[in-house]
């Protein structure tokens, strides 16, 4: 193909949405935060897990939940084109995550979610990197490819730059993970879930889900 003319056309493209207004927490938004690293889970990558999962149930984070809810919206509607007037997400499961040094965060999706997010707290900037298989994978093709960073039809993984005070949105299936933290300062984030209420669907193809 190098010496004749083509167009390539990217088809059905991930929407990974790194929100431009940045969150800054008030002290007593991160001493909400923060309180819930009291009692953590840690897991074989190190990654250290509040062990409360609704963390933004907590009234002193409410102003910053409607926040993260707004923006969730915003993407449903402006990206997805989701009618929101049939259709609204809220936040189910919040948690928070913190990768000291050497710790890592392993490779995981969220289930039984829509949509997602991640914030960053705390932390050096730092790349989240997502993992698809490409078409070929999906359909057990395991091709050699010279250089998969050159190709971006055959590039399974995706980082993504992300800085403090910041929000990610991401659709909930995707696989990701964060490499090693290599700086001593401590990569601290927030992580939740969604669903939505209201119907979708169609009555005639009995496909009509209704939730309240
Ligand atoms: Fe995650």
């Not at 431009?20 to 309180?35: N, T």
Request: some cysteine; proline content about 4%.
């Amino acid at each position: 193909m190098k010496n004749v003319s083509h167009q390539v056309v990217p088809m059905f493209p991930t929407p990974l949405c790194l929100i431009g207004e940045k969150y800054k927490f008030s002290d007593k938004e991160y001493k909400a935060v923060m309180s819930y690293f009291d009692v953590t889970n840690k897991n074989s990558t190190g990654n250290n897990i509040t062990r409360n999962k609704y963390i933004l149930e907590n009234k002193a984070l409410s102003k910053f939940k409607k926040w993260l809810t707004m923006h969730v919206n915003g993407y449903a509607s402006s990206l997805i084109g989701v009618n929101e007037t049939k259709c609204k997400f809220h936040i189910t499961q919040s948690w928070a995550n913190i990768n000291r040094y050497k710790e890592s965060h392993h490779k995981h999706n969220h289930p039984n979610s829509i949509i997602s997010g991640v914030f960053y707290v705390d932390g050096e900037d730092g790349d989240i990197i997502f993992h698809k298989q490409t078409d070929f994978e999906e359909h057990g093709w395991h091709l050699p490819i010279k250089d998969r960073t050159k190709f971006p039809f055959s590039n399974n993984e995706f980082g993504i730059n992300f800085k403090k005070d910041s929000l990610l949105l991401f659709p909930s299936r995707i696989i990701h993970y964060v490499n090693v933290n290599e700086s001593d300062k401590p990569r601290i984030s927030i992580a939740f879930n969604t669903f939505f209420k209201g119907k979708i669907g169609h009555y005639d193809d009995a496909t009509e889900l209704e939730v309240k």
